[in-house]
């Protein structure tokens, strides 16, 4: 769905007659004029993307909090999964469209976080080998579904419409829900969470949290240029990308397939070089591989700078685009799941839980702030646009070149005695 939403306002929505019709519209439009002055139908597209997609890496620490008092994560799950198929629904109806997007967010909250703490419990606490399995089973299933999902409603939505490709958003959902279901007798319907270790914090694991609260407040702007690629960048492709590869129509949705499929692909890939730079005792410490990150992203948006320029006012090759959603998905391999084993591992017992949720805060700033930025897109032009977002990501990799080796001493795992 995400990789429709944008197109699908920008192309239809927002425009007349069904701009009319969208219950609240007119009210959120008020509210985000009086913030950010007056706003072109893309910039208002990506306002509500930006505020949709923070939100989504907002409510799952509310969504944890109600599964921990009240409903347990069993079925906090089966409510998150009925929630959001009703928001698919929903977008089916032009003047629901804002209740659908409340109805995702809701249902985020309350599935996101809560299925991830079901997958750790399945496991013994002291079987730590089988629990990291589990994981990367399950991460690779949320990565086949973000390749197949824009491939599949992309394409339903370019040949029968728009509301197809929602349609068969809520249609795999349920079919998600009925698959949980049939495991359900399996799971543990409250998750039994670690207590910290003692209350109070010393002054070595303040400096560790503050170390660490750099380096996420660094992440921040890679997953900028990163997460623009579901925002401005299909409107990009829209506009300047031809659509065909010889006799191959490309529907603009499957970019976000290549992102995603370039983060498989890439992992055996990653594992390869980072064992042959261990043995040679040069492979990059975490801090590092967050910095590396951070440039392949900027290296990968240069792609669309310089295929920018290039093409003059002509249309810019598909290769393009495709090779730097590529890059992104290299680089998204490079620095996020490095951020996550990097809290996981140095944040202190106390506060290891609150550090996490901090991390998937720096979601929801960045992609506030990726709608904020995509608002300036038609008054830049795709060419200075892009070189901006490539200076985000120049920043963050100088961030780390600059005081990376200063974090990664606070951060340095010590041999406990």
């Not at 920008?10 to 002055?37: I, K, N, W």
């Not at 969504?63 to 929630?83: C, E, F, H, K, P």
């Not at 410490?285 to 990968?300: M, P, R, W």
């Not at 930025?373 to 060419?383: A, Q, S, T, V």
Request: proline letters at 5%.
């Amino acid at each position: 769905m995400t990789a429709l939403v944008v197109l699908y306002m920008v192309d239809y929505l927002l425009l007349p007659p069904h701009v009319e019709q969208v219950a609240g519209l007119a009210a959120l439009r008020a509210a985000l004029e009086s913030l950010f002055g007056p706003l072109s139908t893309q910039a208002l597209a990506s306002a509500i993307y930006g505020l949709y997609s923070g939100f989504v890496y907002f409510t799952p620490l509310l969504g944890g909090m109600i599964a921990d008092r009240w409903t347990g994560q069993r079925n906090a799950v089966v409510i998150g999964a009925l929630t959001m198929a009703a928001g698919h629904i929903f977008m089916s109806f032009d003047s629901m469209f804002l209740v659908a997007l409340m109805l995702l967010i809701a249902g985020s909250g309350f599935l996101k976080g809560n299925i991830s703490a079901q997958v750790g419990a399945l496991y013994p606490s002291e079987d730590e080998a089988r629990r990291n399995h589990g994981f990367v089973i399950f991460s690779t299933g949320i990565n086949i579904g973000a390749v197949l999902g824009p491939l599949l409603c992309g394409l339903l939505a370019h040949v029968y419409g728009w509301h197809y490709g929602f349609g068969v958003a809520a249609l795999f959902m349920l079919l998600g829900l009925a698959t949980y279901l049939y495991g359900y007798r399996y799971l543990q319907p409250r998750v039994v969470r670690r207590k910290g270790v003692g209350t109070g914090l010393s002054k070595a694991d303040w400096r560790i949290i503050g170390a660490l609260g750099a380096v996420i407040v660094i992440s921040i702007l890679p997953s900028v240029v990163l997460y623009q690629s579901y925002n401005v960048m299909p409107v990009w492709i829209e506009q300047h990308v031809a659509s065909r590869i010889g006799n191959l129509t490309i529907p603009v949705p499957w970019y976000q397939s290549i992102f995603a499929l370039s983060s498989i692909v890439g992992v055996p890939l990653l594992f390869w070089i980072w064992k042959r730079q261990s043995a040679r005792g040069r492979e990059p410490n975490d801090v590092a591989k967050i910095g590396i990150g951070a440039g392949l992203a900027t290296a990968s948006i240069l792609l669309l700078v310089g295929a920018t320029k290039w093409s003059g006012t002509g249309l810019v090759s598909p290769i393009w685009p495709m090779l730097c959603v590529s890059g992104l998905g290299v680089a998204f391999l490079y620095y996020w799941p490095t951020l996550l084993a990097l809290v996981s591992r140095a944040a202190p017992d106390g506060v290891n839980a609150t550090m996490m949720g901090i991390v998937f805060m720096s979601l929801f700033i960045s992609n506030n702030l990726i709608g904020w930025i995509g608002g300036f897109y038609e008054r830049m032009g795709p060419l200075q646009f892009w070189l901006m977002h490539a200076l985000i990501g120049t920043a963050g990799y100088l961030l780390v070149v600059l005081v990376g080796h200063l974090l990664h001493r606070e951060l340095e795992p010590t041999e406990k005695v």
